[in-house]
């Protein structure tokens, strides 16, 4: 599966923006789907997870109350909406497919990547 990322920008702090992670292919809907962002010097981090059917949701600690993931397999896509965001939320945020056992949380337990998306927080 192919994954196109979108959405970020520059935001102050605070405020909102929704990723959207488009995939191609026709098996998106047999996949776990998750985020993940990289912030500048840092090492990639896990942020949110949904299930194949998008039963299941996992988050990051960090992102907890925040940040919603959510899926629609009718249009092969999946949504990282973020909301009170924070400075150190800034990061290049990655999209991810994989099919291991769920929530997977490390890069590993995901197979196929997108490009990435900016998201800078001003304070």
């Known amino acids: 599966v192919q994954l196109q990322a979108s959405g970020g920008g520059l935001v102050q702090a605070g405020g909102s923006l929704r990723l959207s992670c488009a995939a191609s292919?026709?098996?998106?809907?047999?996949?776990?789907m998750g985020w993940f962002r990289q912030a500048p010097g840092k090492e990639r981090e896990f942020v949110a997870a949904?299930?194949?059917?998008?039963?299941?949701?996992y988050y990051a600690d960090s992102v907890k109350g925040r940040f919603t993931i959510s899926r629609d397999n009718a249009k092969n896509t999946v949504y990282l909406q973020m909301n009170s965001l924070k400075p150190e939320d800034t990061a290049v945020y990655y999209c991810?497919?994989?099919?291991?056992?769920?929530?997977?949380?490390?890069?590993?337990?995901?197979?196929?990547w997108g490009q990435g998306t900016q998201v800078t927080v001003s304070s």
């Open positions: 991810a497919a994989g099919q291991g056992r769920f929530p997977g949380r490390t890069e590993a337990d995901f197979g196929s």
């Open positions: 292919g026709r098996t998106f809907s047999s996949y776990d």
């Open positions: 949904i299930s194949w059917s998008g039963g299941l949701t």
